[in-house]
């Protein structure tokens, strides 16, 4: 009788273990019962300015967070480090390259990530993953690296506020732009991403969102479909353009850097931004192009709106 099929067995059996052990590894969303208590209690604005520590990439970039610590107001501090399209994963594994990490940090706010997330020295700590997401969850295991950093983030201190920053995916994506920004809110953002953290312990301080790409969604049909407000009449005009003239499909100009200030403000700071400046500077000092007053008034009153309604924001209504 011949023995050979034994090895294959085992050898199966192994697989099947490791299949299993894989599956069950995964990290996923809690129940709906533990979701909704997480996000039951909106947080209380923040007394008075804020310092916060923003890790991510060209998404973020360097204006934005000039433009929200503008609107924070005197005494709003910031940090950051950044890269060309890193993930969560790229940005905690020393091992990993960051594209584009001297050329994006070659700034006065720029500290590194581990020493200052885990520091305790900022009360708001703002993550994002990289695009395309559905590539991040892939390969780059987002849900398990954001948690890395959560837990980093609030074992630093247990006041500091931990959120994920939603963003968009490129103009030109053949599924379409607000398709996909209906659609990956909850399929991707939510289920992927930000939930599995309440399942592997982060319940009792949830990581909250930043819903930009909600509030640029909900702006950009507001204006299209009103035929143009001010300077904006299209979702292209939010977005930046090179030399020539030609649209880039994925980083933002000042016009969409303010939209995603106005959010970031009115999230992080649990305030209307509505009456805040319209006229505000890049970064390196120079003017920014501003939204004309309408404008600037629809997308603050959009931000509070969409914000408000969104409960995992943290916000009250």
Known sequence: MSLRPLPILILA???LVGLVWWYWSKPRPPGAETIAAAYATPLPPPEGPLSVYHLGHSLVGRDMPAMLAQLGGAGHDYALQLGWGTSLKEHWEPDQPINGFEAENDTPHFRAAREAIGSGDYDTVVLTEMVELRDAIKYHDSARYLSKWADLARGGSDKTRVYLYETWHWLDDPEGWLSRLDDDLEALWENKVLLPDLAAGG??????VIPAGQVMAAFVRAVEASGGVDNINRREDLFA?????AVDPIHLGDLGAYLVALTHYAVLYGRSPVGLPRQLTRADGTPATAPGPEAARLMQQIAWQVVTAYPKTGVSP
Do not use: K
């Open 241 to 245: 353009r090179d030399d020539a003239g």
């Open 203 to 208: 319940a009792a301080r949830p990581v909250r």
């Open 13 to 15: 059996a192994l697989a």
